[in-house]
Nanobody, 128 residues
Framework: RVQLVESGGGSVQAGGSLRLSCVVS????????MAWFRQAPGKEREGVAS????????GYADSVARRFVISKDMSKNTLYLNLKDLEPDDTAMYYC?????????????????????WGQGTQVTVSS
């Protein structure tokens, strides 16, 4: 079965950086679009960054544009999220998600219903 396993979260001070990883098994990430979502306590889950199928065009939420960078290594079947200039408002559980394989969609999307597969999450905590 398809599994997504995130890692790389942690506790940092404001202004710090982290790199999140998401290793995917039983499905080639080259064949689908993927994204990172986050959920802070008491808030709804929101999409923060997405990367399209294939060469992978990218899309970001306004709140993280120019601070977060999404990328993928298809040889390692792994998705990444580089976070810099972190702020306390970035504190959340971060989830990686993948769309269905070989669907007709090539572009990135931050819509939660577009995703079929989800990881368990990795916690990011930013202190001021």
């Amino acid at each position: 079965r398809v599994q997504l396993v995130e890692s790389g979260g942690g506790s940092v001070q404001a202004g710090g950086s982290l790199r999140l990883s998401c290793v995917v098994s039983s499905m080639r990430i080259a064949g689908t679009y993927m994204a990172w979502f986050r959920q802070a306590p008491g808030k709804e889950r929101e999409g923060v960054a997405s990367i399209g199928r294939g060469a992978g065009s990218t899309g970001y939420a306004d709140s993280v544009a120019r601070r977060f960078v999404i990328s993928k290594d298809m040889s390692k079947n792994t998705l990444y999220l580089n976070l810099k200039d972190l702020e306390p408002d970035d504190t959340a559980m971060y989830y990686c998600a993948a769309g269905p394989p070989d669907s007709g969609r090539w572009s990135p999307t931050l819509r939660e219903p577009d995703y079929n597969y989800w990881g368990q999450g990795t916690q990011v905590t930013v202190s001021s």
